[in-house]
Each structure stands twice: as structure tokens, then as C-alpha cells.
């Protein structure tokens, strides 16, 4: 129940295209949605964050979408460009306790 | 900047040997966090630590110890390195409420056992 299923693996998108990554959890007391994103080489960094009290949050052309009955949650990425050319893990926690981590999706932006 | 540091980027040690990895915050953060990350896998939590001389077990803490003296020092222990540890080892920390503002990552100690 602590899960948090993560697909796809991998994801090729021509550049200009939009991205989509989902996100499955069971556990309803999850609170609080976060995407981060990794380059080679570096540790993933916060991308983007949503709690279940809104749908959807947009960040420029990142956004989260959120659908609570469903327990389902995703990272689109409108306008997609090599530079967003990483792996990105979605998580989720209950407040104040640990993150529990997707297992991470490999993104290709093919110019 | 506020950063994570980790001590080294790369290192290969043999079977057997004792290894030891570092980390260094400078944000004054209580919490802190070893990761391993493997492909397919995701990031999976080995220990972590909510204040000094404290320590938790995460998912995967066999074959690893923690050490945290210093607020602003947490190391991993490999007591007797296998091959089966060599992997990408990431710590990172966070403020007392956790999650919710958000883990800042090291770059990573990418570790390889022969």
C-alpha cells in the first residue's frame, strides 16, 4: 500500500511534442505529489509539487495533473525540448513523514 | 548556494574492504537520507536520520551502517564490500517537516566493487 507505481520505464518524444508520465498509488493518505527531475551526473532536484486539494498545477510548460478517485497522478510537458532530456521520479508522502519514490522515468527529446 | 556535498564522485574498492561515503550539508537541515539507484529500480532508501546521533532503518539497510556525530555530517558504512553493492549512492536532506519542502540531492558517489 505504501507503492507508488511509476510508467513509463523509458519515453522517446520528438522535440516539440508533449511528454506524459504516470504515477499510480493505493495509499489515500498520501498527501503531497512531487516530481523531480535527474540529469546525468546530478542528483534529482524539485521540479514541480501538488497537493489532492487542486486538480492541476502549471509551471511554466510542466504541469501535474491529479485525479484523486482514481489515485492517479501525472507530469506533462508541453512543448517538450532536449534540455528536459532526463530521468524524472514522481513520489508521494503523508506530511511531515518520508518520500515514497517512483521508480523513474528515463525521457529522450529527439531534436 | 545551498548545496549537498558528497566526497567522491567516483570510487572503486575491492571485496572485503570497509568503505566509507560522506555527506556535508551546509542548510542546516535536521533530516538526512542515503539512497542507492539502480536502473529499473528507482531510488531506494537505506537509512536516514531526523536529528544527531540518531538513526532509522530504511528498505534496504543489510551490509550498510550510518554515523551521524555532527548535524551537518551523515556517512554510510559498507562494512565488508560485495559486488552487489557497487551502485550509484545518493544522500540528500530536508528540513524538520519533511517532504513537503522538498529533499535537496549530492551528485552522487558512484561506487564500484571488484
Known amino acids: 500500500q505504501q507503492q507508488v507505481k511509476q510508467s513509463p520505464q523509458s519515453l522517446i518524444v520528438q522535440k516539440g511534442g508533449i511528454s506524459i508520465i504516470n504515477c499510480a498509488y493505493e495509499n489515500t493518505a498520501f498527501d503531497y505529489f512531487p516530481w523531480y527531475q535527474q540529469f546525468p551526473g546530478k542528483g534529482p532536484a524539485l521540479l514541480i509539487a501538488?497537493?489532492?486539494d487542486v486538480s492541476e498545477k502549471k509551471e511554466g510548460r510542466f504541469t501535474i495533473s491529479f485525479n484523486k478517485s482514481a489515485k492517479q497522478f501525472s507530469l506533462h510537458i508541453m512543448d517538450s525540448q532536449p534540455g528536459d532530456s532526463a530521468t524524472y521520479f514522481c513520489a508521494a508522502s503523508i506530511i511531515d513523514y518520508q518520500l515514497i519514490w517512483g521508480a523513474g522515468t528515463k525521457l529522450i527529446i529527439k531534436p | 548556494d545551498v548545496k549537498v556535498t558528497q566526497s567522491s564522485r567516483y570510487l572503486v574498492k575491492r571485496t572485503g574492504e570497509k568503505v566509507f561515503l560522506e555527506c556535508v550539508q551546509d542548510?542546516?537541515?535536521?533530516?538526512m537520507f542515503w539512497y542507492r539507484q539502480d536502473p529499473g529500480l528507482g531510488l531506494r532508501l537505506i537509512y536516514f536520520s531526523y536529528d544527531v546521533k540518531m538513526k532509522e532503518k530504511g528498505d534496504i539497510p543489510e551490509g550498510y551502517s550510518v554515523s551521524r556525530e555532527k548535524k551537518e555530517r551523515f556517512s554510510l558504512i559498507l562494512e565488508s564490500a560485495s559486488t552487489n553493492q557497487t551502485s550509484m549512492y545518493l544522500c540528500?536532506?530536508?528540513?524538520?517537516?519533511?517532504?513537503?519542502?522538498?529533499?535537496?540531492f549530492g551528485s552522487g558517489t558512484r561506487l564500484t566493487v571488484v
Open positions: 542548510m542546516d537541515h535536521e533530516n
Open positions: 540528500a536532506s530536508t528540513l524538520p517537516t519533511g517532504a513537503n519542502y522538498g529533499y535537496t
Open positions: 501538488i497537493r489532492p
